[in-house]
């Protein structure tokens, strides 16, 4: 399955271990983290290498800044064959057995909710500021004055028509829904919940709850240096 | 004549008029002063057509590179957007995110290699919305746009990027956001060796571009590495590098390519200053961070609050006295109706008295 996905054709030529990747990567100066150790487990080719991987905290480092792109002399690209073992982890149901794994429902439950909702990645009203503290006392400004401070600068605040942060109307939500629900965005969604909701109870949470969703956002019990 | 045709190769094509507008999840939340600049711009300053879709979606990359969001799904999302552009008239699709631009960059090429892909969007997409699908002629981000006309913008100029008291150039970051020009180099101007489309506006317009050693490490947005609080410290932490690297060379601003970057290396300012204490520009303050249209909107004479620039962490004010910006204090906080809506809270990297605002330490 995982080799046969465009982006491991495209992304695994012949990995010479050379360790480029690893010498740029913003993820492997701030994790324990090695990508070329993980081509190296997918070029081996061991089954038993890669559900290795798809059960393990290390897939899920790195940032997607795909800066190990360019600089592979092989032409390779490591950010490729993680995004490949990360959607196997998930159709699989092994993302749930590590912590940064278990991550991916609070992903699907805020950027995958304002995508279904809204038809945008973000919108100002789901950045709460209290979940936000970077965000700073300039987005607390915005948040309690956004119709105040968006209306400056469109006309479509919340409304259909043309211009920034617009809704969108029924037709085009429903050619949305219908794209996830034909290509697999759809099931993707619910793997993630069912698999996480049984990994919750196997864990003594009622579900993945609130309580449930609340630790995967804000808990680290491992160390990362 | 050497230098000349090899850097040739490294130029790209960029259309000349009738462009598709793609809006940005980032840009349009933070910056959404600098999306109406844009347009502004592009209709009422150069003469072009541009066409603002009120039903273009999210392109749901943040989705897809956070891997909530599956390959076929985006593929069918962006193959939309580009029957969109082709039902409105259009084959210039010009758009306002990196991270959106690499994606359309690369499906484009996944199309050419894999035609089995492109078969399959283009059925999922006659089911899911009965639309057909269409490639575009050319695609830029909305950048290269504005690099392709910067000569033109120069021409208009009321403003250069000069410090009116010293009558220097003003000493610039540029940051190019990782997706422009990594993931596919030919696709940027200047490829991932040489990104020239920032320093190509500055240097039109009287600023001087400033070299330092992590000039092209990531802004440290890593998305799941943001998306997820628990994951933030690695966002912070490669932000930072890149503050502690350039801080020495003591730039006047930082402007960026890409929203995401704008708003991570403003925001993560805000809040180093309030852990820390520290702060990376002159003075005292933090390094305002503008994005590229924010700059050509002063260089042509907007107003800074009509380009949103309150939106900001870091107070633009003293880059707006460098440049000689003529602008009113009291209309920096007022809302739609013109009324004056409250301030927010003081902050550490604006040099207010208070201290932390929020106990980040806990």
Redesign the interface.
Same mark, same amino acid.
């Given at each position: 399955m995982l080799l046969e996905?465009?982006?491991v054709? =495209?992304g695994l030529k012949a990995c010479m271990n050379c360790g480029v990747c690893t010498a740029i990567c913003?993820?492997a100066?701030?994790?324990d983290y090695d990508p070329r150790q993980i081509i190296t487990a997918v070029q081996s080719r061991s089954d038993v290498e890669i559900e290795r991987l798809l059960r393990s905290e290390t897939i899920?480092y790195c940032?997607?800044?795909?800066?190990c792109?360019?600089r592979c002399p092989r032409g390779n690209t490591p950010g490729y064959i993680i995004?490949a073992l990360?959607?196997l982890s998930?159709r699989l149901g092994l993302f749930v057995e590590s912590e940064?794994g278990r991550?991916?429902l609070? %992903?699907?439950r805020? %950027? $995958?909710h304002n995508?279904w909702n809204s $038809?945008?990645?973000?919108?100002?009203r789901t %950045?709460d500021p209290d979940?936000h503290? =970077?965000? $700073?006392? /300039?987005?607390?400004? /915005?948040f309690d004055?956004d119709? +105040? /401070?968006?209306?400056?600068?469109?006309p479509?605040y919340g409304k =259909?028509?043309?211009?920034?942060?617009?809704k969108? +109307?029924e037709?085009?939500m429903g =050619?949305?829904h219908? %794209?996830?629900?034909?290509? $697999?965005?759809t099931a993707?969604?619910e793997d993630?919940e069912r698999y996480s909701d049984a990994k919750a109870r196997e864990m003594g949470y009622n579900g993945a709850d609130e309580e449930y969703m609340n630790d995967?956002?804000?808990?680290?019990t491992m160390e990362?240096w | 004549m050497v230098e000349r045709a090899k850097w040739a190769e490294y130029e790209k094509a960029i259309a000349d008029d009738h462009f598709y507008y793609a809006r940005s999840c980032i840009r349009q939340n933070f910056f959404p002063g600098s999306e109406k600049a844009f347009l502004d711009i592009l209709k009422n300053k150069l003469g072009k057509d541009i066409y603002d879709d009120p039903i273009h979606t999210s392109c749901t990359g943040i989705g897809y590179h956070s891997d909530i969001v599956p390959l076929e799904t985006i593929m069918t999302v962006v193959a939309r957007q580009f029957a969109l552009m082709g039902e409105a008239g259009y084959e210039n699709f010009a758009t306002s995110c990196i991270t959106s631009f690499g994606i359309y960059t690369e499906i484009l090429h996944t199309w050419e290699e894999f035609p089995e892909t492109k078969e399959r969007t283009a059925d999922y997409l006659m089911k899911a919305t009965g639309r057909e699908l269409v490639v575009p002629k050319n695609l830029a981000h909305t950048s290269d746009v504005m690099y392709h006309f910067r000569k033109d913008i120069a021409e208009k100029m009321v403003r250069p990027l000069v410090n009116v008291k010293t009558g220097e150039p003003l000493r610039v970051v540029e940051h190019i956001g990782c997706h422009y020009a990594k993931i596919f180099p030919k696709s940027g101007v200047g490829g991932s060796e040489f990104p020239y489309v920032l320093a190509g506006m500055i240097e039109s317009w009287g600023g001087e571009v400033v070299d330092y050693p992590e000039r092209r490490h990531c802004c440290g947005f890593g998305f799941r590495n943001y998306l997820v609080q628990a994951n933030r410290g690695y966002s912070i932490a490669n932000s930072q590098k890149k503050l502690e690297s350039m801080a020495p060379y003591r730039p006047d601003f930082i402007v960026c390519n890409c929203p995401g970057c704008s708003m991570f290396l403003d925001k993560w300012q805000y809040a180093i200053a309030e852990m820390e204490g520290i702060t990376y520009g002159q003075r005292g303050c933090g390094i305002p961070v503008l994005t590229y249209e924010e700059m050509a909107g002063l260089v042509l004479g907007y107003d800074p609050w009509e380009l949103g620039m309150q939106m900001h962490a870091v107070d633009v004010e003293p880059l707006l006295n460098k440049m000689g910006v003529e602008y009113d204090p009291s209309a920096k906080y007022l809302g739609k109706s013109g009324k004056y809506i409250g301030k927010p809270a003081p902050t550490v990297v604006n040099r207010a008295v208070e201290a932390s605002v929020y106990k980040l330490r806990g």
């Amino acid at each position: 399955m995982l080799l046969e996905d465009v982006r491991v054709k =495209e992304g695994l030529k012949a990995c010479m271990n050379c360790g480029v990747c690893t010498a740029i990567c913003p993820a492997a100066e701030f994790y324990d983290y090695d990508p070329r150790q993980i081509i190296t487990a997918v070029q081996s080719r061991s089954d038993v290498e890669i559900e290795r991987l798809l059960r393990s905290e290390t897939i899920w480092y790195c940032g997607q800044c795909m800066s190990c792109r360019p600089r592979c002399p092989r032409g390779n690209t490591p950010g490729y064959i993680i995004q490949a073992l990360r959607t196997l982890s998930q159709r699989l149901g092994l993302f749930v057995e590590s912590e940064k794994g278990r991550q991916q429902l609070a %992903i699907k439950r805020t %950027i $995958g909710h304002n995508i279904w909702n809204s $038809g945008y990645c973000l919108v100002p009203r789901t %950045i709460d500021p209290d979940k936000h503290p =970077e965000q $700073g006392t /300039v987005w607390r400004w /915005v948040f309690d004055h956004d119709k +105040d /401070v968006y209306g400056r600068f469109t006309p479509s605040y919340g409304k =259909e028509g043309a211009g920034a942060l617009r809704k969108f +109307d029924e037709k085009t939500m429903g =050619e949305l829904h219908r %794209i996830f629900d034909i290509s $697999g965005g759809t099931a993707l969604f619910e793997d993630i919940e069912r698999y996480s909701d049984a990994k919750a109870r196997e864990m003594g949470y009622n579900g993945a709850d609130e309580e449930y969703m609340n630790d995967v956002f804000t808990k680290n019990t491992m160390e990362i240096w | 004549m050497v230098e000349r045709a090899k850097w040739a190769e490294y130029e790209k094509a960029i259309a000349d008029d009738h462009f598709y507008y793609a809006r940005s999840c980032i840009r349009q939340n933070f910056f959404p002063g600098s999306e109406k600049a844009f347009l502004d711009i592009l209709k009422n300053k150069l003469g072009k057509d541009i066409y603002d879709d009120p039903i273009h979606t999210s392109c749901t990359g943040i989705g897809y590179h956070s891997d909530i969001v599956p390959l076929e799904t985006i593929m069918t999302v962006v193959a939309r957007q580009f029957a969109l552009m082709g039902e409105a008239g259009y084959e210039n699709f010009a758009t306002s995110c990196i991270t959106s631009f690499g994606i359309y960059t690369e499906i484009l090429h996944t199309w050419e290699e894999f035609p089995e892909t492109k078969e399959r969007t283009a059925d999922y997409l006659m089911k899911a919305t009965g639309r057909e699908l269409v490639v575009p002629k050319n695609l830029a981000h909305t950048s290269d746009v504005m690099y392709h006309f910067r000569k033109d913008i120069a021409e208009k100029m009321v403003r250069p990027l000069v410090n009116v008291k010293t009558g220097e150039p003003l000493r610039v970051v540029e940051h190019i956001g990782c997706h422009y020009a990594k993931i596919f180099p030919k696709s940027g101007v200047g490829g991932s060796e040489f990104p020239y489309v920032l320093a190509g506006m500055i240097e039109s317009w009287g600023g001087e571009v400033v070299d330092y050693p992590e000039r092209r490490h990531c802004c440290g947005f890593g998305f799941r590495n943001y998306l997820v609080q628990a994951n933030r410290g690695y966002s912070i932490a490669n932000s930072q590098k890149k503050l502690e690297s350039m801080a020495p060379y003591r730039p006047d601003f930082i402007v960026c390519n890409c929203p995401g970057c704008s708003m991570f290396l403003d925001k993560w300012q805000y809040a180093i200053a309030e852990m820390e204490g520290i702060t990376y520009g002159q003075r005292g303050c933090g390094i305002p961070v503008l994005t590229y249209e924010e700059m050509a909107g002063l260089v042509l004479g907007y107003d800074p609050w009509e380009l949103g620039m309150q939106m900001h962490a870091v107070d633009v004010e003293p880059l707006l006295n460098k440049m000689g910006v003529e602008y009113d204090p009291s209309a920096k906080y007022l809302g739609k109706s013109g009324k004056y809506i409250g301030k927010p809270a003081p902050t550490v990297v604006n040099r207010a008295v208070e201290a932390s605002v929020y106990k980040l330490r806990g």
